[in-house]
């Protein structure tokens, strides 16, 4: 079964822009803290932003102030506005329920690609 399906990823040049989006389920989205999570090649998959029912917004630090994560609480939907990309921006986004440091409530999607590159 399909819990997240993200979108909106694609190829840009750096100092460019993209939005992702993750549409989920009622459940999911009204139970969790949504995150978006991004897995570089040769790397881990890592945190890149949370946000609670509530509204309330935490960041990586590589990405503040660059990225906007937002929730559409109508449709079950995440964003994540992504300005001023940069190169070591490239990798697979995903979204997922987060629960803490290392622990997310699902299984993973198919996630989007970004690459950032001239």
């Known amino acids: 079964q399909v819990q997240f399906v993200e979108s909106g990823g694609g190829l840009v040049q750096p100092g460019g822009s993209l939005t992702l989006s993750c549409a989920t389920s009622?459940?999911?989205?009204?139970?969790?803290?949504m995150g978006w999570y991004r897995q570089a090649p040769g790397k881990q998959r890592e945190l890149v932003a949370t946000?609670?029912?509530?509204?309330?917004?935490y960041y990586a630090h590589s990405v503040k102030c660059r990225f906007t994560i937002s929730r559409d609480n109508a449709n079950y939907t995440v964003y994540l506005q992504m300005n001023s990309l940069k190169p070591e921006d490239t990798g697979v986004y995903y979204c997922?329920?987060?629960?803490?440091?290392?622990?997310?409530?699902?299984?993973w999607g198919q996630g989007t690609q970004v690459t950032v590159s001239s």
């Open positions: 009622g459940c999911i989205f009204s139970n969790y803290v």
């Open positions: 946000i609670t029912r509530g509204g309330n917004t």
């Open positions: 997922n329920g987060y629960v803490r440091t290392g622990m997310v409530s699902h299984n």
